[in-house]
């Protein structure tokens, strides 16, 4: 659910096929769908207008999902539905945590109602992060949100903090009287503290928490590849008869999206690794040296990739224009054309990057400056 990695204490990633702690690392997705029950996305195409559904849909960015039929189903109907969401406070917001929130975005555009879970408990497990702390970052946070679009209704964004909601707080502890520890060890490992046990369930308690308080109803959270097994508890623990009796919960569903991959090459987006990521607010300079730094997919010459073409599908440079930069179909589909066919050489598709993000930057910094206060008031005054 959230988009952070963890930092500390993390299991050996090594034997793992998926990683449920969240460090983005997701070696076999093949192996990935067929263990956790994955969907293809594109099983909801015959129900879901091409109109109506996201670009990431189209492109394979979000490429499975669990259960959203009962999501698409109140879409067209135009029934409630929740959207369930949240992030790990650790630091500015950055291009790779933009996934998730356009996806969450898309969804309230659709007619759902956001409930969004400012994990500042599991930020304390992960990171050792005081709740303070994790206050003054989230402001940051939602701010960016607001100005990616997500709606400032009250009464459509639900914002809270892990730590003060007595609900996900209640519902995580009574849930751990029904997961044996075998379970968590399967899913998280065993090298790992008590509390990231507690704050998985405190998470499977956060999507359930729009059903515990509205009653039954469907319910979407977007997640990364890497979170599939969070999905798989929640879902379980929603099956079994003592809540189904209590709650009747509709089992929740969840999209499965790509993760951005380091702009300079690297496996994942790491703040870490300074060169592999921006933030949306960072200084422009900076941005343009990491896209100057970027892997690409081009030749060893100018004239060879005239000769050849290039590889867009081994290019970070692309990556980024086919999840955020070119929302339109045909102007992808254009550039991949102009880059297979060797028309369109790298450097040259490198500014074009650069002059987008300056412009998306702008606009979006524009955005942040006026929702700020609001922010800072929505997140200090919940709960
Ligand atoms: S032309 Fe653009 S998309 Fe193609 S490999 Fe070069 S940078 Fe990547």
Redesign the pocket.
């Known amino acids: 659910m959230t988009n952070e990695p963890h930092t500390t204490d993390s299991p050996d990633q090594e034997n793992l096929v998926v990683d449920a702690l969240g460090t983005g690392v997701v070696k076999d997705y093949d192996r990935l769908i067929n263990e956790f029950g994955i969907e293809p996305i594109s099983n909801i195409f015959d129900k879901l207008d091409k109109n109506k559904r996201h670009y990431f849909m189209d492109r394979g960015i979000m490429f499975g999902h669990t259960g959203l039929q009962t999501v698409v189903d109140a879409i067209n109907k135009q029934k409630p539905f929740a959207v369930m969401t949240g992030i790990k406070p650790s630091g500015k917001y950055h291009i790779g945590s933009m996934t998730t929130a356009l996806e969450v975005i898309y969804f309230q555009q659709m007619g759902g109602d956001v409930s969004f879970a400012i994990a500042d408990i599991e930020s304390y497990v992960a990171s050792g992060l005081s709740f303070e702390k994790a206050t003054e970052i989230s402001v940051d946070n939602v701010a960016d949100l607001f100005a990616l679009g997500l709606d400032t209704d009250p009464d459509k964004t639900f914002i809270y903090r892990q730590s003060e909601d007595q609900i996900v707080q209640k519902y995580g502890h009574i849930f751990s009287s029904h997961v044996t520890m075998n379970t968590l060890k399967g899913i998280y490992g065993d090298k790992i503290r008590v509390g990231y046990y507690n704050a998985a369930l405190i998470q499977v308690a956060d999507i359930l928490r729009p059903q515990i308080i509205n009653g039954s109803l469907p319910t979407v959270t977007p997640i990364g590849a890497d979170q599939a097994p969070h999905g798989r508890l929640t879902r379980d623990i929603a099956r079994k008869q003592v809540f189904q009796e209590k709650f009747g919960f509709t089992l929740p569903s969840f999209t499965y999206h790509l993760m951005l991959q380091g702009i300079d090459g690297s496996g994942k987006m790491s703040k870490s690794m300074p060169m592999s990521v921006f933030t949306l607010d960072e200084d422009f300079k900076s941005i343009k040296k990491k896209i100057n730094n970027a892997l690409?997919?081009?030749r060893d010459t100018a004239q060879e990739q005239k000769e050849k073409g290039?590889?867009?599908d081994k290019?970070r440079?692309?990556d980024l224009f086919k999840f955020v930069f070119d929302a339109e179909d045909k102007q992808l589909l254009d550039?991949r054309e102009r880059?297979l066919s060797g028309e369109?050489?790298?450097g040259y598709?490198?500014k074009d990057l650069k002059d987008a993000i300056e412009e998306y930057q702008k606009e979006h910094l524009e955005k942040k400056k006026q929702v700020f206060e609001l922010a800072l008031k929505v997140v200090n005054s919940n709960n």
């Open positions: 690409t997919g081009g290039a590889e867009p290019c440079v692309y550039r880059c369109l050489l790298c598709c490198k």
